[in-house]
């Protein structure tokens, strides 16, 4: 048999589809060919193939060697076709019994000793298998995935996916090989994952107790934060302890968020329900935020699915790169799209900001001395837009600590009991709604949100006096909800509208 169709898997944003491997040996001078819309690294894979199969023991077919990655128009990136590649080879010039391949899928890159190496996106390729084994029509619900050894563990994070992960091409042609015997392949069983994260620890932070119920407030409705006070306040403390508020991950965001830092090619296991948190440097580019290439690839936003995006010095940040975070912010997804295709990536994060109230950070402080003036304070505060800030829920002074507080030990509450609080508020709601707070509908909001009267009151005269637009009025509805199911209030009153006006005091307000 001249011709081998094996099975493999390209990334197309979050999703795998599937790709069929086809190589046809002809008559002719020798030549290997790969068409299919391949990226210059698929290109380079006749080399890497050609040592590897000669390292290993194998022949090379003195043939014109033609290599097909269908469907045509999908484009084609990174070393995963190596190893279907080289194996199809085998099979077409009956070096390696090929009758078998069919209830396989194979990714692998392989190095020019034939030592098979981890590819990006294993996790998303074992869970677009999973989700196609009900609608098959073609018998590959049945089939199983080879892929080296260590994307084992994050392949199969995927429920009941058959895994048999390899060391070494000459490991895979065994599994195939007629009296193999013991040589074949194992399923991989996973190894046990830590199911209890460790974050650092909100009983480190001296003070600040404001800011701490105001995060507190944050994490029980899913609401996004700007903390505005003078360098050294805690700001980057109180922030990098905020994920240990969160309640834990669920299993299908557990998988979301493991299956995005799998197509970035930055899972670890022992990343494992553990929520994300990312803090670019404020250099960073609008692509690098949302993502994108010629590939697309996913960026901070999508990286942070589930977690916690911080972005210290806000101010600092190029003012483009900010305000494509309002998108994302609203929807909770990211498309990048360009010439020839698109692709969607989740962005369901919740946002932690940081900055200085002025140029010198000096505004307010009740010690050092401030000299910036009104002009200067006025341009460093407008580098964050108003339509940006208005998407953000909590806008909270930190102010300077003293002395004697810094001086003293730290007997703040533990992040457990501020935890248990969170997730009961949280639980509530998903009972309520379904749903956290944050991500509540205009209708919804009038139906789950409606205040007391004199809450009513309190928040329209809080709306003519600050001028608040219909987002920001919605906004303060849905963090004064999330305030009375903390309180385990069945409505919103007149205190609930109180602390949510206090958490919105407008930025130039400083």
């Not at 305030?483 to 006006?501: K, M, N, P, T, Y």
Request: net charge positive; with cysteine.
């Amino acid at each position: 048999m001249s011709l081998a169709v094996l099975r493999s898997r390209a990334l197309a944003g979050m999703d795998a589809p599937a790709v069929n491997v086809e190589i046809h040996l002809a008559n002719g001078l020798p030549a290997f060919t790969i068409v299919g819309l391949p990226d210059a690294e698929v290109r380079e894979a006749k080399d890497r193939v050609r040592a590897a199969l000669q390292n290993s023991g194998f022949t090379i077919p003195p043939r014109r060697i033609t290599v097909n990655l269908a469907p045509a128009d999908l484009p084609k990136e990174s070393g995963r076709f190596d190893l279907p590649i080289a194996l199809g080879i085998l099979a077409a010039s009956q070096q390696v019994p090929g009758e078998q391949m069919t209830r396989y899928e194979f990714a692998g890159e392989l190095s020019l000793s034939g030592e098979l190496r981890p590819v990006r996106g294993a996790l998303a390729m074992s869970f677009a298998m999973h989700r196609q084994r009900d609608a098959s029509q073609d018998g590959s619900a049945a089939r199983a995935f080879i892929l080296p050894q260590a994307n084992a563990d994050e392949a199969a994070l995927v429920t009941d996916a058959a895994i048999y992960p390899a060391r070494t091409l000459l490991e895979v042609c065994a599994h195939f090989a007629q009296g193999s015997g013991n040589a074949r392949l194992a399923r991989h069983q996973g190894q046990p994952l830590a199911t209890a994260p460790n974050y650092p620890d909100f009983a480190e932070v001296k003070g600040q107790q404001g800011a701490k119920r105001a995060l507190e407030v944050a994490a029980a409705g899913t609401h996004s934060v700007l903390l505005v006070g003078p360098p050294g306040a805690g700001k980057s403390m109180l922030a990098s302890r905020f994920p240990g508020l969160l309640p834990p991950m669920r299993d299908d965001e557990a998988l979301e968020s493991a299956a995005v830092q799998s197509i970035a090619g930055s899972f670890s296991p022992q990343r494992w329900r553990r929520r994300p948190f990312r803090s670019p440097h404020h250099t960073s580019s609008g692509v690098a935020l949302v993502g994108g290439g010629n590939v697309p690839r996913p960026g901070e936003v999508s990286l942070a699915h589930h977690g916690v995006l911080f972005l210290d010095e806000l101010p600092e940040f190029d003012r483009r790169v900010l305000e494509v975070l309002r998108e994302p912010l609203e929807s909770g997804q990211i498309t990048i799209s360009r010439a020839a295709h698109q692709a969607d990536f989740p962005a369901r994060f919740q946002l932690i900001a940081a900055m200085n109230p002025c140029p010198c950070g000096w505004l307010g402080h009740p010690s050092a001395k401030c000299r910036c003036t009104p002009e200067q304070v006025a341009r460093y505060q407008g580098r964050v837009s108003g339509p940006l800030l208005d998407r953000i829920d909590i806008q909270l002074a930190v102010s300077a600590m003293p002395a004697d507080s810094i001086a003293g030990r730290a007997d703040g509450e533990a992040s457990a009991d501020i935890a248990r609080r969170v997730e009961r508020a949280h639980a509530l709601q998903v009972e309520r709604q379904g749903k956290p707070n944050q991500h509540l509908a205009p209708a919804e909001i009038d139906r789950l949100c409606r205040p007391d009267a004199a809450g009513e009151r309190l928040l329209q005269a809080a709306m003519r006096q600050l001028h608040w637009s219909a987002r920001a009025y919605h906004r303060v509805l849905k963090v004064a909800r999330t305030v009375a199911d903390l309180a385990g209030a069945a409505r919103v009153a007149g205190e609930h509208i109180a602390e949510a006006i206090q958490y919105r005091r407008a930025l130039r307000e400083q």
